[in-house]
């Protein structure tokens, strides 16, 4: 096993301890939920600092969907990164988008704080600061929401009209890996159903980047649009 992996390993170990949650099967789901919020925030902030060396997503990938927001967009000028742990996320597309790009990741643990552009913050909440304001939201770690539904809804209202949420899915996002550090699972379809459904009259669904045959990290990325009188984008 490699070290990342064991770091992984030994996080949802801590989780499963800590957490006591009760397993629910949906629809394409699987969601944990935990005796109260405390108890996730506790089991979010010591899973953070079992793996907090360890990185999920690669720089490869970041600078892809930098690249494809730049096409796409024209240019951003401020950006948001959801469940960053470290902070590589936007690091990485600051340093892709260019100098004038503001981009800021957040992270429910106190361990926010020992990272450049990174603030202490449950994503589940609205950011009055960042409401209407950002020309793209991304995470790989919505599988960490005890409420999908509140975190898309916060994150599709950071966006200005014309915006970007772009959501990876991978193999790790799947129902069969959700547990107490990783409370929600869902196969793709579902993950769009639950997307459309949290975000009703705020936008519309806008393409999916397959990458499933890329190096290193492979996924696809949902892509939401806020206003649904965007264009749509072919996945």
Same mark, same amino acid.
């Given at each position: 096993m490699t070290d990342g992996k064991a770091k992984f390993r030994r996080a949802v170990e801590i989780a499963t301890e800590i957490g006591q949650t009760q397993r629910r099967d949906g629809d394409g789901t699987v969601l944990h939920s935990y005796p109260d919020y405390e108890t996730y925030r506790r089991v979010q902030e010591e899973g953070n600092k079992a793996k907090l060396t360890a990185q999920f997503v690669n720089k490869e990938h970041i600078f892809f969907l930098a690249d494809h927001l730049k096409e796409r967009l024209g240019g951003v000028g401020f950006g948001l990164c959801h469940g960053v742990r470290r902070g590589r996320e936007q690091k990485w597309f600051r340093r892709r988008l260019g100098a004038g790009a503001e981009v800021i990741g957040t992270e429910i643990s106190e361990t926010a704080t020992q990272f450049p552009n990174t603030v202490q913050w449950d994503f589940h909440d609205p950011n009055p600061d960042w409401e209407g304001r950002a020309d793209f939201v991304y995470s790989n770690s919505w599988d960490h929401a005890f409420d999908p539904h509140r975190a898309f809804r916060a994150w599709a209202g950071a966006l200005r009209p014309g915006g970007l949420l772009l959501l990876d899915h991978t193999a790790g996002h799947e129902p069969r890996s959700a547990n107490a550090l990783d409370p929600f699972g869902a196969t793709f379809e579902a993950l769009e159903r639950t997307l459309d459904e949290a975000c009703a009259g705020l936008g519309a669904r806008a393409g999916v $980047?397959? !990458? %499933?045959? *890329?190096? *290193?990290? %492979?996924? %696809?990325? $949902?892509?939401? +649009? !806020?206003? +649904? *009188? $965007?264009a749509a984008f072919p996945g």
């Open positions: $980047l397959d !990458r %499933r045959d *890329g190096p *290193g990290y %492979r996924c %696809r990325v $949902l892509i939401f +649009a !806020r206003d +649904a *009188g $965007l």
